[in-house]
């Protein structure tokens, strides 16, 4: 069971993000607010960060560019769940290990996001 961050400020997306991802066993934190992520994120290390871009007060690439910025966070792989095009191509898609556009297909973003686990743990094991 991974640990799922899920910063989305749609209560809609936040509660069918919530919903998939339990449903396979997964355990959820759910934030709408960027500040209140990077406070959470001050104390807690999870196994996945699901960031929308557009967030309130701070911006899910900010908070990318601070994560990938500190050592505890180097296994935690980034999701970045956005509507809008333009940061597709942006040089901050980069901070992502894996970038969608809205609309998502939810059960296929967690498969998605166990894939990038599974690889995770593939290279933790010895050869």
């Known amino acids: 069971m991974a640990k799922i961050l899920i910063v989305e400020d749609s209560d809609d997306l936040q509660f069918i993000f919530s919903w998939v991802f339990?449903?396979?066993?997964?355990?959820i934190e759910s934030i709408q607010d960027g500040q209140e992520a990077m406070d959470y994120l001050a104390y807690y290390t999870p196994d996945v960060l699901l960031l929308d871009i557009n967030l309130p007060n701070v911006?899910?690439?900010?908070?990318?560019?601070?994560?990938?910025?500190?050592?505890r966070f180097d296994d935690t792989k980034i999701i970045f769940v956005t509507g809008n095009q333009m940061y597709q191509s942006s040089p901050?898609?980069?901070?992502?290990d894996l970038f969608l556009l809205?609309?998502?297909?939810?059960?296929?973003?967690?498969?998605?996001?166990d894939r990038l686990l599974s690889r995770r743990e593939a290279k933790r094991q010895p050869a």
């Open 59 to 71: 911006s899910g690439l900010q908070i990318a560019h601070w994560v990938r910025q500190q050592t």
């Open 102 to 113: 809205k609309p998502v297909d939810a059960p296929m973003l967690v498969q998605m996001a």
């Open 22 to 27: 339990r449903s396979k066993g997964h355990s």
């Open 92 to 96: 901050d898609a980069e901070l992502a």
